[in-house]
């Protein structure tokens, strides 16, 4: 059962698509990244590959003020929808049926950032290394946090990030990268 972990919706079962086409991220995976991050009080939050929205919804049910999600597959598209409705979050984000590279593109020429993004592509997804390394940084808010879950075998440098964590899930590795800071003008 797919359930929210923490802050105001904790508890609260989440809908999956039935099969195995959408791969959620466990409640282990969601409580250690917000373990480590902290609590994401008034966070904007971009969810790429957000399947079924349990990464954003947790951001949100803890605190983060609005979520963009972003998903291609029409059934994790059902269920993300009804998951936001059940949450009662509809206000606060907004759903786009896009491919992560259109939306960072479109992100990008609208000058948008965010101060958390989640990317958890399938694990047949091969432009992850190029995603990362030529589009992420202009939507990644100065000081802001990429978290990307990947299979432990993916060499990744999301160019301009730092690493500050990463942690293994068996196959599945949990790569947490910051932002530097904006550089103030004298």
Known sequence: ?????GGQCRGMNLVSPPGHTVRPATAR?????FDVLGSPEGDTVLDLFAGTGAVGLEAMSRGAAHTLFVETARPALVALEQNVVRTGYGEQTEVWQVDAERALTRLKEEGRTFTLCFCDPPYRYV?????????ILEVVAPGG?????HRGAEELAPGGLTLVREKAFGDT????????EAVEEA
């Open 1 to 5: 059962m797919l359930r929210i972990t």
């Open 29 to 33: 995976v969601r409580q250690w990244i």
């Open 127 to 135: 432009r992850l290394a190029r995603l990362l390394a030529e589009s």
């Open 145 to 149: 946090t990429l978290v990307v879950e």
């Open 173 to 180: 590795v949990l790569s947490i990268w910051t932002a530097p």
